[in-house]
Nanobody, 123 residues
Framework: QVQLVESGGGWVQAGGSLSLSCAAS????????VGWYRQAPGKQREPVAV???????NYADSVKGRFTISRDNAKSAAYLQMNSLKSEDTAVYYC?????????????????WGKGTLVTVSS
């Protein structure tokens, strides 16, 4: 079992930056692939970025070059650095995790989810 707690959301003006954190409890975090997902009002949840246990990354086209996913296994944490934010990035951001070896694709399923953190970008 893994429990995930997101933090770092808030309000920012367009063009600004935010850094999200995902704290994981439970053992063996290093064996888990992690991902960040978002759900805007009236829309379905969509993947933003995923990071395999081995360090392979995949990003949604809409955030490539602006967002960076990373992890610190010693701290059992994952992060999402968001730069050059746009109003269309406004959403609730969720952290997900799944125990898996090898690469992970954007639309691969996650077994564990946090409750989300709200990011609001004002234009």
């Amino acid at each position: 079992q893994v429990q995930l707690v997101e933090s770092g959301g808030g309000w920012v003006q367009a063009g600004g930056s935010l850094s999200l954190s995902c704290a994981a409890s439970g053992s063996s975090f290093r064996w888990y692939a992690v991902g960040w997902y978002r759900q805007a009002p009236g829309k379905q949840r969509e993947p933003v970025a995923v990071l395999s246990s081995g360090g392979l990354r995949n990003y949604a086209d809409s955030v490539k070059g602006r967002f960076t996913i990373s992890r610190d296994n010693a701290k059992s944490a994952a992060y999402l650095q968001m730069n050059s934010l746009k109003s269309e990035d406004t959403a609730v951001y969720y952290c997900g995790a799944v125990r898996r070896n090898g690469a992970v694709a954007l639309w691969d399923g996650m077994d564990y989810w946090g409750k989300g953190t709200l990011v609001t970008v004002s234009s």
